[in-house]
């Protein structure tokens, strides 16, 4: 799957006459939540979430006092759809339902990756013709990742969405590498490093602190394009049946490959940029 990713700048610009945009991304254990309007960032939340069904709620609200506006004020709210946390998906995917039924708001789905993709193409020296590489967790030795490469004004996205043994996604990149996530994206980089490849990653809440705004600024492109999604269609992208769906032999081998122990190891902390 090729397709770009605006960079920053451009996304909200592009964004601009959508109106305010509210975003929430729950596929990993924080919360991140993002106010966009009229090309801007009006505000950004990013917190460990005890549970999201819990916690969610209030952590919303709290963005939007932030940002100094109300529901009321909102056009549409944008949600990460995944790949990710199957649980975290679903509780922000039926509250954002609930949000937009309540207050008569559009609905806009969007990568998850596209939007962590952005959080690393945001950081100090990126420059074009370097991969970025988003991943999440995905348990099991694997993780959801994709790759995208860094363009004047764009992320060419490289893949779609794939779920893989981490050793696997490491090894699938060439050249100058961007690894961006929270553990995982360490310990991939220091695969890399390893193996004499040039690695950097963004890990952790800190580097990820844009990551709902990104979220409310894709969403807002998308409407500014004039295109939302129905409501009872939009449904989580897991990219992989959940464990209960699925026999042990699958889980087991993904496209032929075996899961075995990493080959080579380095020191995760060298990776930190």
């Not at 990713?5 to 996304?11: D, P, R, S």
């Not at 549970?51 to 529901?71: K, N, Q």
């Not at 952005?118 to 099991?140: E, Q, S």
């Amino acid at each position: 799957m090729t397709y770009r990713v605006l960079l920053a700048e451009k996304l909200l610009a592009a964004g601009a006459t959508a109106g305010p945009v509210l975003g929430i991304e729950t596929g990993t254990p924080a919360a991140r939540i993002g106010i966009v309007a009229a090309g801007r960032v009006l505000g950004s939340l990013n917190r460990p979430a005890r549970s999201h069904g819990a916690d969610l709620p209030e952590l919303v609200e709290a963005a939007m006092r932030r940002a100094g506006i109300g529901m009321r004020d909102l056009t549409a709210i944008a949600v990460g759809i995944g790949p990710g946390s199957f649980t975290g998906l679903r509780v922000g995917l039926s509250y954002a339902k609930g949000l937009i039924i309540g207050a008569k708001l559009k609905i806009v789905g969007v990568s998850s990756l596209d939007a962590m993709a952005l959080c690393g193409a945001h950081g100090p020296g990126i420059r074009p013709g370097v991969t970025v590489c988003p991943m999440i967790d995905a348990r099991r030795g694997e993780v959801y990742g994709s790759l995208y490469q860094v363009g004047a004004d764009a992320l060419e996205r490289r893949s779609g969405d794939l779920v893989v043994p981490l050793e696997d996604f490491a090894m699938q990149t060439a050249g100058e590498v961007l690894f961006v996530g929270e553990n995982k994206a360490e310990e991939a980089c220091a695969l890399v490093q390893a193996r004499g490849g040039r690695a950097a990653a963004h890990a952790g809440n800190a580097e990820l602190q844009l990551a709902g705004a990104y979220v409310a600024a894709l969403g807002a492109a998308r409407i500014a394009r004039g295109e939302s999604d129905r409501p009872e269609s939009l449904e989580p992208r897991y990219v992989r049946a959940s464990g209960a769906a699925v026999n042990s032999t699958a889980v087991e081998r993904r496209e032929g490959v075996e899961h075995g122990t990493s080959r080579g190891r380095a020191n995760p902390a060298a990776c930190r940029s």
